[in-house]
């Protein structure tokens, strides 16, 4: 969020798809990237507490997320979710995660 991420491999890869795709969608690729990790992040977090014994409180603003993320595929569409799978490629427990969190 705040440090040299354009000179990362990433950030150099994500870069290169401003030669194929038009700015927005860039855009909308690096929102979904990053909500996607936001999502995991808290995904593991639940499990964490879960372990610990903990039942953590639903969060509200976890709709919006889902709602927002479902937007972001859809506008990136097919070519441009293949174009970020090998920043950040879904896996089966990834999904079962996020599922986890609307329960």
């Known amino acids: 969020m705040g440090g040299e991420f354009s000179q990362s491999k990433i950030g150099n890869y994500l870069t290169t798809l401003k030669d194929h795709f038009d700015g927005t969608i ?3 690729m690096f929102c979904l990237i990053r909500i996607r990790i936001e999502l995991s992040v808290r995904a ?5 507490m879960r372990e610990a014994g903990f039942e953590p409180k639903p969060d509200e603003s976890l709709d919006a997320k889902f709602v927002e993320l ?5 506008a990136i569409g097919k070519t441009g979710l293949l174009a970020i799978e090998p920043i950040h490629k879904w896996s089966g427990q ?3 995660q996020l599922n986890m969190l609307t329960d």
């Open 26 to 28: 860039v855009a909308d």
């Open 44 to 48: 593991k977090g639940v499990l964490m």
């Open 70 to 74: 479902r937007y972001l595929e859809k």
């Open 94 to 96: 990834d999904l079962w």
